[in-house]
């Protein structure tokens, strides 16, 4: 069926770094822009990165400019996000979701996994 | 960028209207889009472009725009639409490009 299935999450010290994957299944994964958006413990949500269909666009929070890395591999139908340079404030549930049609909205998400920084 | 602003709570009982703000100022530029979010699982959209209704949302969801407000009504609440909703906007100020979300409205059913 249509999904997204995130992993990748996990413990890590600040100043380390984590590569989070998306698996997409049950549509044409390279027709849609990707974002990744995370939700910290209790908070709201933040958008995170997006990334293009192709992956030739590319835009990036301010707080996460510089460290994070969105990607993707569409013979894959994956997404990636590799996290350099993390900080406690980065802890998170990291969402992949789908763009609903390169409209800057998400109609379609996964269900998040857990990125914890601290020592 | 630019913020979007929600209260923090509403309360109603069933069967009630419940109507959930959002404020920012480029909402008379840009589209709004609405989430719901139940404890321990992954944001819903249940509006989009103001007041589209995707497929497999009930028709007590509706969406409507005036100026730099707009807002989410739910018409003959049940229970089940307890949860938490935000709204989002794309943020396009300048050169930036982004994406910016309300910080939420806690919806308690009475």
């Known amino acids: 069926q249509v999904q997204l299935v995130e992993s990748g999450g996990g413990l890590v010290k600040p100043g380390g770094s984590l590569r989070l994957s998306c698996a997409a299944s049950?549509?044409?994964?390279?027709?849609?822009?990707m974002s990744w958006i995370r939700q910290a413990p209790g908070k709201g949500l933040e958008w995170v990165s997006y990334i293009s269909s192709s992956g030739s666009t590319i835009y990036y929070a301010d707080s996460v400019k510089g460290r994070f890395t969105i990607s993707r591999d569409n013979a894959k139908n994956s997404l990636y996000l590799q996290m350099n340079s993390l900080r406690a404030e980065d802890t998170a549930v990291y969402y992949c979701?789908?763009?609903?049609?390169?409209?800057?909205?998400?109609?379609?998400w996964g269900r998040g996994t857990l990125v914890t920084v601290s020592s | 960028s630019y913020e979007l602003t929600q209260p923090p709570s509403v309360s109603v009982s069933p069967g009630q209207t419940a109507r959930i703000t959002c404020s920012g100022d480029?909402?008379?530029?840009?589209?709004a889009y609405w989430y719901q979010q139940k404890p321990g699982q992954a944001p819903v959209l249940v509006i989009y472009?103001?007041?589209e209704r995707p497929s497999g949302i009930p028709e007590r969801f509706s969406g409507s725009s005036s100026g730099t407000t707009v807002t989410l009504t739910i018409s003959g609440v049940q229970a089940e639409d307890e949860a938490d909703y935000y709204c989002?906007?794309?943020?396009?100020?300048?050169?930036?490009?982004?994406?910016?979300f309300g910080g939420g409205t806690k919806l308690t059913v009475l």
């Open positions: 472009k103001d007041s």
């Open positions: 979701a789908r763009d609903g049609g390169a409209a800057w909205y998400f109609d379609l």
């Open positions: 480029a909402l008379p530029k840009q589209y």
């Open positions: 989002q906007s794309a943020d396009s100020s300048g050169t930036y490009r982004g994406v910016v």
């Open positions: 049950g549509f044409t994964f390279s027709d849609y822009y």
